[in-house]
């Protein structure tokens, strides 16, 4: 935190969703001395706040206007297509207080065009192993962020996992490859899963392998490994894996990959317009 004291912090998300319990999950887990007060505010769905409150012993309402006058920072983790309506019911109520958002899309600019002049603004991009301190975080920071609200900025993303300063449009353009990907990996852990299941292991057993072969591939590549280097000493020259890879390239690997980038990033600017 750049060696400044962080004073703690009353923390309101607007929105009670995946993310938003990823992110004060992991906040929590590791920063709660930092930490005042989380609200986290829904329009609906009485259940889920109260089991969040019940588990996490965070303050929720279903009125967000209660606790944005107190809050030191207002954290967005709702759909991108309500952030037009929210920011603009937000604005009179916002006095300086620091605003981030987690949607897809939606950039720096919309966040100042609505909210009071001066108003510092931040848009973070990361993902569900937030909530288990995992996250990889890319972030920008709007005009008027200062020191001391990089400071609280800073303490929220340490406390998720590791984060990325970036410019707006690498968030942009990132964000299928950090926030999405995710997705994409547990889709082809479910093949190999329903594959490991089709030799008769048992489900459970199946989950275990796979996801110690990926935990044991992800230790290989953050020691710095070269993946093209790490797929070579898997591939003995003519021998089993180089059969399978032949298939992934027969199939057009690259450019499903490719395609599935490009498409997670139109929709992504798509609904932030919509
Ligand atoms: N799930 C993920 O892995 C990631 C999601 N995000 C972003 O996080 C945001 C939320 O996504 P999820 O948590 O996955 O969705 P979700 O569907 O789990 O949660 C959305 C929440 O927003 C609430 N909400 C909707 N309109 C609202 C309004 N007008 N006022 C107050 N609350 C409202 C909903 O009730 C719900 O609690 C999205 O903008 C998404 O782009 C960003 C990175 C990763
Ligand atoms: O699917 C979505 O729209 C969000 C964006 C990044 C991850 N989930």
């Not at 931040?122 to 990889?136: D, F, L, R, Y």
């Amino acid at each position: 935190m750049g060696g400044r004291s962080v004073r703690k912090q009353r923390i309101l998300f607007i929105g009670a969703g995946r993310m938003a319990e990823a992110i004060f999950a992991g906040v929590l887990r590791t920063q709660k001395d930092y930490i005042e007060e989380i609200v986290v505010a829904n329009r609906s769905d009485l259940a889920r706040l109260h089991a969040m409150r019940d588990q996490y012993g965070v303050s929720v309402t279903t009125d967000w206007r209660d606790a944005v006058a107190k809050a030191d920072v207002v954290l967005l983790a709702m759909p991108p297509q309500n952030h037009r309506d929210v920011l603009t019911q937000l604005a009179p109520y916002i006095k300086g207080q620091l605003v981030m958002t987690v949607a897809a899309g939606i950039g720096i600019g919309l966040l100042e065009e609505t909210l009071p002049a001066g108003t510092p603004v931040v848009w973070i991009m990361p993902n569900t192993a937030a909530g288990i301190g995992e996250s990889i975080t890319l972030f920008t920071c709007g005009r008027h962020v200062e020191d001391k609200q990089r400071d609280v900025l800073n303490m929220v993303l340490a406390g998720i996992g590791e984060a990325v300063e970036c410019t707006e449009q690498q968030v942009h353009d990132l964000t299928a490859i950090t926030g999405s990907a995710p997705a994409f990996l547990y889709r082809m852990v479910e093949e190999l899963e329903l594959s490991a299941q089709g030799y008769g292991m048992a489900p459970e057993t199946a989950r275990r392998m796979v996801a110690q072969m990926i935990y044991g591939s992800a230790a290989m590549l953050k020691t710095g490994a070269d993946p093209a280097d790490l797929r070579d000493s898997v591939t003995t020259p003519g021998g089993a894996t180089a059969a399978g890879l032949r298939v992934m390239d027969e199939r057009r690997f690259s450019e499903m990959m490719q395609g599935a980038v490009e498409a997670t990033n139109a929709r992504a600017r798509e609904m932030a317009n919509e």
